[in-house]
């Protein structure tokens, strides 16, 4: 084996290895929706009276981690796969899709329309 395709095979290697290591939990998962949720809300209808709105906010920002824990754990199937995972999450007859990948999350399908029915859902 050459030296170039040893030096090849070793970055390959340890790209793989930072990969895995970095493989994002099914907790960064949650803290990954409850940031979600919060941008949601940031981006509320602004037809809502402002009054009504800090009301929302503050109950979500108070109970937002039990919100996540009751409705989004249960329902959120992890599929790991060492150097990627990928989460499927029910909520409300919607199914959100996200791959978590070095330490990121990609959202594929359904994360805008199930953040807007968790919402819905807390209030």
């Keep these: ?3 170039a395709r040893l030096a090849v095979l070793v970055v390959v290697l340890a790209g793989a290895v930072g990969l895995a290591l ?3 939990t ?8 409850e940031r979600e949720l919060n941008g949601a809300l940031d981006r509320m209808d602004q037809g ?4 009504e709105q800090q009301v929302i906010r503050q109950v979500f920002r108070s109970q937002g981690k039990k919100l996540v ?6 329902s959120t199937v992890r ?12 909520v409300a007859e ?14 594929i399908k359904g994360v805008d329309e199930a953040t807007l029915k968790i919402g819905r859902m807390a209030f």
Excluded: A, C
């Excluded at 099914?26 to 929706?33: E, K």
């Excluded at 809502?48 to 009054?51: E, K, L």
């Excluded at 824990?69 to 249960?74: A, H, K, L, N, S």
């Excluded at 995972?85 to 029910?90: A, D, G, V």
């Design 1 to 3: 084996m050459s030296l």
């Design 22 to 24: 970095s493989n994002p």
């Design 26 to 33: 099914t907790d960064d998962y949650l803290q990954f929706v």
């Design 48 to 51: 809502t009276p402002s009054q």
């Design 69 to 74: 824990e009751g409705i989004v754990r249960p």
């Design 79 to 90: 599929h790991n796969w060492g150097l990627l995972s990928r989460y499927e999450t029910r």
């Design 94 to 107: 919607t199914k959100v899709v996200v791959v978590g990948i070095g330490g990121q999350f990609v959202p």
